[in-house]
């Protein structure tokens, strides 16, 4: 598959489950990030890798946490969530080809009981 | 900080008409400007970006740092063109593939026949 990919597409967790979301792209990409996206909230940018190294963290509670392993797969994994935090979270990536141009996931709906 | 408004939430046009979303900034510094798209059931996906000064899809978009605007404009709106549009803002250079960039909440325009 190409693209970006992210699975699962729903989840509902209870605020004391622990849960993971996964991204994959098959773009050769080197940039890979995670988006929060509520509802009449604009997209907001949580975290950012390059080449495998975390490089923007904008003040994300600790109950996310991301991992990245290699440069084609992203994960956020969750745990002690609040309801507050049921969203569409969006993984994108990014090339060097220097356009600025994200590419996008379908996202992980997310719903916090 | 960087900030991106988009003052409306709906935008309603007819067929032929035409059509502006408003996307107004505030960076400090020299930002690169983009336009993206979601259209019904499908993924968020870059439109243009200011460095090009493309016309995509007959969407052309000009960076006035005047007045720190950066509208996205259609002389015919097409009924194909309704869709979610985002404008967002990167700083320039902000490192080779990794861009961080701050979205604004959105204009769901709607094309009627």
């Known amino acids: 598959e190409t693209g970006v990919t992210q699975t699962p597409r729903h989840l509902v967790m209870g605020m004391t489950n622990k849960k993971s979301l996964k991204c994959e792209q098959h773009?050769?990409?080197?940039?890979m990030y995670w988006y929060k996206q509520s509802a009449k909230k604009p997209l907001e940018l949580m975290f950012v890798?390059?080449?495998?190294?975390?490089?923007e963290n904008n003040s994300v509670p600790s109950r996310f946490s991301p991992e990245c392993p290699n440069s084609s797969h992203l994960f956020l994994h969750l745990h002690t969530l609040q309801p507050e935090d049921s969203a569409l979270y969006l993984c994108?990536?990014?090339?060097?080809?220097?356009?600025?141009?994200?590419?996008f996931g379908e996202g992980s709906r997310l719903t916090v009981l | 900080a960087q900030r991106v408004t988009q003052p409306e939430k709906l935008l309603s046009v007819f067929k032929g008409a035409p059509v502006e979303l408003k996307c107004n900034y505030s960076y400090s510094g020299s930002p690169e400007l983009f336009w993206y798209v979601q259209y019904s059931r499908q993924r968020l996906q870059l439109l243009l970006r200011h460095i090009s000064r493309e016309s995509i899809k007959g969407f052309t978009a000009d960076l006035n740092k005047g007045e720190t605007s950066f509208h996205l404009k259609k002389p015919f709106a097409q009924e194909e063109d309704s869709a979610m549009y985002y404008c967002?803002?990167?700083?320039?250079?902000?490192?080779?593939?990794?861009?961080?960039?701050?979205f604004g909440k959105g204009t769901l325009l709607t094309v009627n026949p």
């Open positions: 773009l050769g990409h080197n940039a």
């Open positions: 994108a990536s990014s090339g060097q080809t220097n356009t600025g141009e994200l590419f």
């Open positions: 967002a803002l990167s700083p320039a250079n902000s490192g080779g593939s990794n861009y961080k960039l701050t």
């Open positions: 890798y390059n080449f495998k190294e975390q490089t």
